[in-house]
C-alpha cells in the first residue's frame, strides 16, 4: 500500500515539477490520490463481497413481490431498513479505518513530497463516499423499479421512491464523512471503528424506537412505506435535508482542520 500511495503522488508531482505552482500539484495530486484509492477499494474482498449479497437481496426482493399480495413499499421498506444495519457496518468500516490505518506511513508517503494533507484527505471523503454511495444505487434504483413494475400490489410512486432514494444516500454520505473525521481523531483504527459503531448504532436504535408504531412487521417500519407511496410532506423533506446537510458541511472542516493541526 505504501508504494501505491508513492506512485500515486509521485505521478502527481513529477508531472507539474516544470510549472511547480502549489495549486496545481495539490490539484494533481487530489486525482492521483482518488484514482488510486478508487482503484484499491473495487479491490477489496469487503466491497466485492457486500456488493455481490446486496445484489442477492434485491433478487429476492423482486422475486418476494412477484409472488406475494403484500405491499411492494412493505418489500422496499424491509430492503431499505435492512441496508442500513448492514450497510452502515461496510461503510463504517471502510471509511472509518480509510487514514488510521495509513498513518504510520503517510508522513514518508505524502508530506514529504511537498504535498498538504488536505488533498490527501478529500481525496479519501470523494473515493468511500462514491464507493459506497455507488454500490447503494446501483443495487437500489433497478431494485425498486423493477418492484415498482412487477409487485403484484405496487402502491408506490417515482416521486416517493426517489425521496427514499435520497434520504438513504444522504444518511450513507453523512456516515461516510462520520467515519473519515474519526479516523483521522482516532490512531488506533479499532477504537475508531468500536467508537463511531457505537455511537451510530445507538443512534438507529432511538431513531426505530421514535418511529416504530410497535413491534410488528409493519410497525417497525414506522413512517417509511408512507415515504415510498410519495405522501411526505415538504417540511419533513426540508427538515431532513437541513439536519443531514449541517454534517456534510462541518464534518470535512472539521477533519480538516485536525488532520493539518498534527504531526504525520
Known amino acids: 500500500m505504501t508504494t501505491g500511495i508513492n506512485e ?15 495549486r496545481k500539484r495539490s490539484i494533481a495530486a487530489f486525482y492521483s490520490l482518488l484514482q488510486y484509492d478508487l482503484s484499491i477499494l473495487w479491490r477489496s474482498w469487503i466491497i466485492r463481497f457486500w456488493f455481490l449479497l446486496t445484489v442477492t437481496g434485491s433478487v429476492t426482493a423482486v422475486l418476494l ?6 405491499q411492494t413499499s412493505f418489500f422496499i421498506s424491509w430492503a431499505l431498513v ?5 450497510g452502515s457496518f461496510v461503510a463504517l468500516i471502510v471509511s472509518a479505518s480509510a487514514i488510521s490505518a495509513e498513518r504510520s506511513f503517510l508522513g514518508v508517503a505524502v508530506i514529504s513530497r511537498g504535498i498538504a494533507p488536505t488533498p490527501y484527505l478529500l481525496a479519501k471523503l470523494f473515493s468511500r463516499s462514491i464507493t459506497i454511495l455507488s454500490m447503494f444505487l446501483v443495487v ?3 431494485t425498486m423499479f423493477t418492484v415498482q413494475a412487477q409487485g403484484l400490489t405496487n402502491d408506490m410512486t417515482t416521486s416517493g421512491m426517489l ?9 450513507l454520505t453523512v456516515l461516510v464523512f462520520l467515519g473519515i473525521t474519526f479516523s483521522v481523531m482516532f490512531t488506533n483504527t479499532l477504537v475508531g471503528v468500536t467508537v463511531l ?3 451510530w448504532y445507538m443512534g438507529l436504535m432511538l431513531l426505530a424506537a421514535t418511529y416504530a408504531g410497535d413491534l410488528t412487521a409493519d410497525g417497525v417500519l414506522g413512517g417509511l412505506p408512507l415515504v415510498l407511496r410519495g405522501e411526505s410532506l415538504l417540511i419533513e423533506v426540508s427538515t431532513i435535508l437541513i439536519i443531514g446537510g449541517v454534517p456534510l458541511l462541518a464534518l470535512p472542516l472539521i477533519a480538516t ?3 493539518n493541526s498534527r504531526d504525520m
Open 8 to 22: 500515486a503522488v509521485q505521478e502527481a508531482t513529477q508531472k507539474l515539477r516544470p510549472v511547480g505552482t502549489t
Open 65 to 70: 413481490a412477484r409472488n406475494y399480495s403484500d
Open 82 to 86: 435492512l441496508y442500513s444495519g448492514l
Open 140 to 142: 437500489m434504483i433497478p
Open 163 to 171: 425521496v427514499a432514494l435520497g434520504y438513504w444516500s444522504l444518511m
Open 197 to 199: 459503531g457505537v455511537f
Open 257 to 259: 482542520r485536525i488532520v
